[in-house]
């Protein structure tokens, strides 16, 4: 997927959240969506099964207009966190500019978040992709449940964060944090323009 | 009353972007085929989007196409001027004739037509008259018909039926576009990146846009300073925050608008990592792109990193293009198959495509020319050939422009022939001419053996490069319908372009048997000068001439005697001269006016008869070369007056 594509003058980026089950990634996508004017987004594709889990994947198109000249898109997916959906994950990673990695900071959660991790790392070598080249940055979620149930974003970087790429606390479901980790993301992805090389 | 076409408003200087993409193509088509695509064609668009232009250029082409179309622009308050002054002077019919006899009407600014109702009437009866009568007609608007204020039910459904379309307002490449060209039409040349700063502020339509460029070009020629992109922004007073200016239309910002946020900080990012380079040449392979053209050596750019010198290349690949489109033009013209070739679309092989085209060059053999025999120092003039020598020195002088087509008429043997090929070579002497000179059955021959071999496009094309065209015996034409066919189309071509026909017949072409009337015609357009039968200064001038020829030195007696020799053609006049000349080389004696005497009227002196090597068998070796059988030879034979001379005796 190329990611500008100078020619059509064209910029498109697929950014794609990642992480375990019940982590809060369609939440995220939900919070963008309410937030983003009617004319600028697409339809928001989300298929869930009957308990709101993600069976396949969400997709969020957002049309960002003329910026310098190109007309900018941006593609947000979710992946479905339970391990089961593997092959679904791999083919939704298939292209991505950019990876946001949503961690559950819940404490009992910590070992669903470094299994989905790991998950992550060998789906993108499947793909023949370095974890370390391909943008991406963490989110730490559910910050707002009470200190005791949960990890604090040091203890989680700690835990996580080894490549000590950005990190966002962030609490989905009211939307704190949300904007800062996609216009993250979203630096990331576009700093590697300059080098005019995708994913 | 009607405004002219201006002649700067064409397809050629129209920009076309995916805004106006739909309304040019149907303008095109329309311009094409008038009356049968879509009638009538409705363009509406904002003020200062090209309806205008667009309208004048439909004009404008389909006046090239069709010259003879009757085009007339208007706009809508000019016609109801027109019909308000017709009414007025009691003359109502004979405004609607003159409106309904018009093959394409161009209606500029119909939305003017809120209240009032009788010019709404009389627009529909005659938008019904066009159309039953085939005749185009094309409106443009500023909001589609429904959107007409107290617009009749029945205009809106008739305006409607045919195409509506609307111009949008231009995208940034196009505003890139527009602002390229608008500066180079007026010669001004700006940094890098000022263009792209003004295509990317908000201007409502074109106009304004030209209107900011004014101010550039104004700013940049006071100061004498290159504006930069910089400098652009206070000058046009656009804001100068880098976000604010980029983005055409930011969403509004809220307090809390996160969306708004994030939008300013992708502008930023995506501002800081698009280059400007990497925008100029996504630009140059959009534009050779979508002229056809293969761009991989630009997208070879695009993948590194920094590559040096980014301008240089994009100009040494437009200046390839260049090439390429002349290389295109000159085989097109040769061998219209040939420039379809691939080659002369793909600038990387520039080599190969200069090598296809001196195929096709080498190949186009230039068609015959003249024969260097016959000059116009050697055509001997006198009062019977001076209006067609003179009508001569003044196609020479002026080709194409005086006499076009000049037929010398003639009967044979008056040096039709050697006028022509003496015209030819004078001609020829200009810097690129092609001069075709030959005869007519020449011409049928190479048209048969072109259609035989399946290349008449070849064939035709090596006349069509010609700057001259000089046909031999006309008349030679009757019957051929094939030839006369391509012969009306060649000169057609060839008379358009001001370039010189000549022709010569035996007679006046009105009286020429088998030849299609509309050849007959052009032929009588241009100057019929007619040869006679040569006077006595001619006759003088041709036989010193042919005498010093023959080694003979040329005595007023002999020269007096054979003048007054009655002849009635050039032609003639050289038998006799041969004659006499043959006599003398046989007796071995000097050629003197009483030998000449002796030859042709009294007996020949016997022991020349046969005797010599010479005329044995009865053929003379003539002296212009070639050989010439005697007996085939009518004008050899004595003339019937001195026969009757001789037997009175």
Redesign the interface.
Known sequence: MSLVNFTTREITCKIVYYGPGRSGKTTNLHYIYGRVPDTRRGRMVSLATQTDRTLFFDFLPIDLGQISGFSTRFQLYTVPGQVYYNATRRLVLQGADGVVFVADSQARQLDENLESLQNLQSNLLEHGVDVRTVPLVLQYNKQDLPRELILSPADLDDALNFRAVSSFSADALHGQGVFETLKGISELVLKRLAAGTAV | MTSALNAKYTFDTFVVGAANRLAVTAGRTVAENPGSAYNPLFVYSGSGLGKTHLLMAIGDAAKKLAPALNIEYLTLDEYVEAFHASVAAGQGDAFRRRFQNVDVLLVDDVQFLTNRKEMQSELLRLTEALQVAGHQIVLTSDRPPPEIADLDERLISRLSGGLVVDMGLP???TR?AILRRKAEERGVRFQPGVL?TV??AEFGNVRELMGALNRLVAFQAVNDTSINAETVKQILGLAPAAAAA????P?PRAAG???G???A???V???????AW??R??EA??RW?GEGYR?QRL?AL????APAAVDEAIAGFAQDVERLKELEAEVAELDPQAAGDSVFRDPERLDDAEKAAAKVRDGAAPPPGPSAAFTLESYAVGPSNQVAVSAARAVVEHPGKKYNPLVLVGKSGLGKTHLLHAIGLELARGRRAVVACLSTQAFIDELIAAIDGNRVDWWRARYRRATALLLDDIHLLAGKERTQEELFNLFNLLQDKDRQLVFTAPAHPNTLSGLEERIVSRLEGGLVAELKEPDRDVKRAVLERMLVQQNVSPEPALVDYLADRPADSVRALVGVVQRVVGAAAAQDVPLTAGLAREVLEGQAPRDTRRSSGFRTSGLVVSSLGGIKSREKMVWDWIDVTDRVIEELR
Do not use: N
């Not at chain 2, 980029?246 to 239309?249: I, S």
């Not at chain 2, 990012?269 to 280059?275: F, H, I, P, Q």
């Open positions: 995208d940034y490449e890139v792209e295509a990317q980029a983005e055409p239309a969403a608008d996160e969306f946020e994030f939008l900080d992708v502008t990012t995506v501002g800081k990592a698009v280059e990497r925008a040449v996504g392979v959009l792109e761009t997208e695009l993948q590194q990193d």
